[in-house]
Structures are given as structure tokens and as C-alpha cells.
């Protein structure tokens, strides 16, 4: 009870810091017309502050998870503007206050501490860029799947294989679907790519396997000649739950691999599968989690994956974290030809303009966060994934589904 008092403090002290921007903005309209402003800028918090307590009672676990997300994304989203807002307020305080301090040396020359309208409205202004990019987000781009074509000259490729077709999938994330029809329309662009192979790169829940029990027959829709192969995420281990027993954390594990199973696709956990394509033989690897930064786990055995793979034509492996790419693969596994990735998200914002800019806060965190990168012969492909976790949209990088055709290596990007 403590902690939810000082956060009522604490957002309370925000908004009435972000009012006086309201104030000053509106001192010159109607009665009406600022009584209704004031109202609906005080409506958000007032139910806020209302869930919050009911909360204390009726937890938010037994809420219907689709107004649950949409409640946290608007409260987050209010907030952060209003946040901005009173930042810009700070500066403004302390102009008034160097003001103050000098109509106190200089008793004869009075001069206005008044509020600055140009820094309430420019305030407002800041405020609302991100009430409207991530509303709009929410609102138009979490099942705006994007189609993207990638072609990969891979060193030594085989004729035979040629133009060999790979759709990639990454971070479905069920437990955030709120659409299934939205969903199904995505399976359906999958299918009209009519690939030879479909990759998925782990994160098919949030935390549960619970969750994706509304999407299996949806997704055991996919269709690949020849084959679709999966990896697991970080969030698929259940690491983020407390679990009752180990015993529960095992089950949800166990219940998640049969969901793989039962969709059609073949889970790879540090193992590999040799295919017969067009006469020659093609390595698909998969290791379980592997990350290089030291928050995320390290369950993938990458030496165990490549075992009896040194004959093959082709050597295509499935990483959940990009970062997995230059810390290990790229050292020690030279003959691996390419990596599919996923796990950034792009981080659900950014701004990607095809040869001009390609920007995300994600990139300060990642160095390879999303699309082709190439290095020292081998390449990587980070997808920036399907679902979305945490806030319900996307704001410049789209919900992805790539298509990757592989052809013989005549030059090379970096």
C-alpha cells in the first residue's frame, strides 16, 4: 500500500505540473471551452487512479487481457507526454526563477514571472508528438504486417539451390494477440509466398504456453515444401514467471514443445536436420538461447547443434539473439553460411526510410537489430518480429514477415 501511495504521489505531482501548461494555453478561451478542457484533462487520471485501487482488490491477472493491455498502453502513453510536458516546465521555472532573483538585486526594474506562453505551448507541442505517433500506433500498426523481399548471395551455394525460397518469422508473441483474424490474414501472406522453407526464431509466448493454445490452428496453417523449423526465445523458458514449483515450470515447457509439435513444425534444441534439396544436402541448425549480454540466458550449445553437419552444401543456422552472431558464430563457426535472428523487435519504434535512414533506439543496445548485415563471409538476418510485447503497436517498424531467396555469392555487403 505504501508503494502504490508514493506512485499516486509521484504521477499526481505530473499532472499537476503538466496542468499549467493546460492553463496557460487556454487563459484567453471561454468559460466553456477551458471547463471542458480542464475536464478532460483531469478525466485520464481520475481513472486511473480509480483502477489502481480497484486493483487492490480485484487483481489484474483476472482481468480480460485485451482491455488490460489497452488500459497499461493508454496510461503509459498519457504519462510520458505529460512527462515531456513538465520537463519543458522545469526550464521554464527556472527562468522565472533567475527573474525572481533578479527583481530582488534590482528592486527598480520589476520584470514579468509570469509563465512563458511560447514554453507552455512548446511544451504542449512536445508532449503531443508522443500521444499521437503511439496512439496511432496502437491504433493502426500492430497487425500491419510488412512483406519483406531479401536476397542473400551465399559463398559456395550450389546451382541447384539457386533461387531456394526461406520465409522468416520471428517473436510471435501470443500471449499479446488480441486479433485472431488479424493473425490468420498474416498466415495467409506466409502461404501465398509459397516457400521451400519457413523459419521461426523463437519468443511464440510471453511467458506461458497457455497462451499460444488460441493460435495453434491458425499457425499449423503454414505451409513450407519443405518444412518449418523453430527455435525458442528467451521468454519461452518460462524465466520470467514465478512458477509454484519446478515441477509447473517443467510442465508449461513440456506443453510448449508439444505445441510445435502439434502445429507441425520441427523445434530444433541444439540439434540439426539434414535435407535433401535438389540433390544436395542442407544443414538446418537451431540452438536454444544464446545471448551475449549478460541478462539474457545462455542455454544454446552451438557445438552440439553442428554436429555431423561438415558435409553438407549448405549450413543455415537459427539463433534467437543477434548478438549470438559476432560473439560466437562468426569466430568459431566459420562454415556457417547464415544466420536467421530475431528478439530486438526493432524495438517497436524507430524511423526506416529504404536509403536514407534506418533509426531505433534499439540500435544503442544492439549493434545488429534489424535486416541483412554481412561479415567475413557469413550473413545475418535479423527479423523484427511478428508479434509485439509490452506496448501493443508500432511506431516505424512494422510487424515483419520476410521473404529471403538465396543466390551464389558475385559480391558481398557489409
Not at 41 to 62: E, K, M, N, R
Not at 268 to 282: F, M, P, S, Y
Amino acid at each position: 500500500m505504501d508503494r502504490l501511495l508514493i506512485l499516486l504521489a509521484i504521477l499526481l505531482f505530473i499532472d499537476i505540473y503538466a496542468f499549467q501548461a493546460i492553463r496557460v494555453l487556454v487563459q484567453s478561451w471561454s468559460d466553456t471551452a477551458r471547463q471542458t478542457t480542464y475536464l478532460a484533462f483531469w478525466l485520464v487520471p481520475l481513472l486511473g487512479f480509480t483502477l489502481l485501487a480497484i486493483v487492490q482488490y480485484y487483481p489484474a491477472s483476472q482481468w480480460p487481457k485485451g482491455w488490460l493491455t489497452f488500459i497499461r498502453a493508454i496510461f503509459f502513453i498519457f504519462y510520458l507526454s505529460k512527462f515531456l510536458i513538465a520537463g519543458v516546465l522545469l526550464i521554464d521555472d527556472a527562468r522565472r526563477g533567475l527573474m525572481a532573483a533578479y527583481n530582488w538585486a534590482n528592486p527598480q526594474e520589476e520584470s514579468n514571472l509570469g509563465r512563458s506562453r511560447f514554453l507552455s505551448q512548446l511544451a504542449l507541442a512536445l508532449g503531443g508528438i508522443p500521444l499521437f505517433l503511439l496512439t496511432y500506433g496502437m491504433a493502426r500498426n500492430p497487425y500491419r504486417y510488412q512483406l519483406i523481399r531479401q536476397r542473400l548471395p551465399i559463398r559456395n551455394l550450389p546451382d541447384a539451390l539457386q533461387g531456394l525460397r526461406i520465409v522468416h518469422i520471428s517473436d510471435i508473441h501470443s500471449g499479446s494477440f488480441t486479433n485472431t483474424h488479424a493473425v490468420a490474414r498474416a498466415i495467409d501472406m506466409i502461404n501465398d509466398q509459397k516457400p521451400d522453407l519457413v523459419f521461426f526464431t523463437g519468443d511464440l509466448v510471453n511467458n506461458k504456453a497457455e497462451e499460444m493454445e488460441a493460435y495453434v490452428d491458425i499457425f499449423k496453417q503454414i505451409r513450407a515444401q519443405y518444412g518449418v523449423f523453430s527455435i525458442l526465445g528467451n521468454h519461452d523458458y518460462g524465466d520470467y514467471v514465478e512458477w509454484p514449483s519446478a515441477q509447473a515450470k517443467a510442465a508449461n515447457m513440456a506443453r510448449l514443445k508439444s505445441i510445435h509439435k502439434q502445429m507441425g513444425w520441427t523445434l530444433l534444441l541444439n540439434e540439426n536436420r539434414i535435407l535433401n534439396i535438389h540433390d544436395e544436402k542442407v544443414a538446418i541448425i537451431g540452438v536454444e538461447n544464446y545471448s551475449a549480454l549478460a541478462r539474457f540466458p545462455k542455454y544454446g550449445d552451438l557445438n552440439k547443434a553442428v554436429q555431423g553437419v561438415e558435409t553438407t552444401a549448405l549450413r543455415l543456422l537459427l539463433s534467437h539473439d543477434p548478438t549470438h552472431w559476432e560473439s560466437q558464430i562468426i569466430p568459431q563457426f566459420p562454415n556457417i553460411q547464415a544466420t536467421f535472428s530475431g528478439h530486438t523487435h526493432g524495438m517497436q519504434f524507430g524511423i526506416e526510410i529504404p536509403g536514407w535512414i534506418k533509426w531505433s533506439p534499439a540500435q544503442y543496445v544492439y549493434k545488429h537489430w534489424a535486416g541483412a548485415y554481412y561479415q567475413e563471409g557469413q550473413w545475418l538476418y535479423v527479423n523484427r518480429g511478428f508479434g509485439f510485447l509490452g506496448y501493443p503497436g508500432r511506431v516505424g517498424i512494422l510487424p515483419e514477415i520476410t521473404l529471403i531467396e538465396l543466390a551464389t555469392e558475385v559480391s558481398h555487403a557489409s
